[in-house]
């Protein structure tokens, strides 16, 4: 995944595009963690250690995660 939200940085940066945060979803089975990477002048920034679990099965833990994924989506949407 790190590779992968790097690599995305790196082409957002080319396209004269920085200090914007790309988000990655990690998931395995029922188990999830939200992963972020951004570029702050010539410096690339990797936030996935100690990052929050999310075990969707757990109806409290769902809620905090989809709270969580529309938190990251709420500053790029247009007002209507």
């Known amino acids: 995944m790190r590779t992968y939200l790097v690599s995305a940085v790196a082409f957002l940066s080319a396209l004269g595009i920085t ?6 979803l990690i998931v ?3 188990h ?5 990477t951004w570029k702050n002048n ?9 990052v ?3 075990d ?5 833990q769902a809620l905090q995660f989809v709270s969580v994924l529309t938190a ?5 949407q247009e007002a209507p």
């Open 19 to 24: 200090d914007q945060s790309v988000f990655g």
């Open 28 to 30: 395995s089975g029922s």
């Open 32 to 36: 999830s963690a939200i992963t972020m």
């Open 42 to 50: 010539e410096n690339t920034y990797v936030m996935d250690r100690k």
């Open 52 to 54: 929050r679990h999310y």
């Open 56 to 60: 969707i099965t757990d109806p409290l």
């Open 72 to 76: 990251t989506c709420a500053p790029w």
